[in-house]
């Protein structure tokens, strides 16, 4: 809730790759002390920075994501891997990541409205992991949604490596399953497991 880039000025960074975001020339905190109030930070400070910085890109409150991560370390192998491939196979993160929405809170309230099929089966909890071989498509009813249109003519050209959708088209599928390389986020896992870690 409440202005984005205020968010991204407060983490030092734009979060959502946002060519204007105002971060990028005033990567400081917003506000008439945000340029004198910085302090070197602690590396429990740092570990705090990198999971908010998680966290607010893809949307999730505290509680889901200390559930992500917990499910993340019982599933074996490398922690910060499953923890990027849970949460980059969300639902409304797909969405977001085939251009079927212009940012992951419009996904969200596209999934949440009930637009969203998988496998041609209606979906409306964000938090559905979409798994490789799942199509991911519009509903016939909602291709006229003026946002989900536009989202879809003014998609990027390239995807991650994951996700495959043929220009202009209101389906795509996930190929394989997300990892450090292929995401298009590059955030410090390490600090996260550290910080949960404590």
Known sequence: MGAKHKLCRRLGSCIWGNTKCPSLK????????GQTVRRKLSVYGMQLLEKQRIRTH????????RKTFERAQRMGGVTGTNLL???ESRVDCVVYRLGLARTISQARQIVVHGH???NGKKVDRPSFQVEPGMVVSVRESSRKVPNIVEAVMNAPATMPEYLERAPEAFEGRMTAAPN???VPFHPDTAAVIGFYSR
Do not use: N, V
């Open 26 to 33: 005033r990567p400081y905190g917003p506000g008439q002390h």
């Open 58 to 65: 893809y949307g999730l409150l505290e509680r889901q994501m």
């Open 85 to 87: 491939m849970l949460l």
């Open 116 to 118: 969203i099929l998988i």
């Open 180 to 182: 450090q390389e292929t």
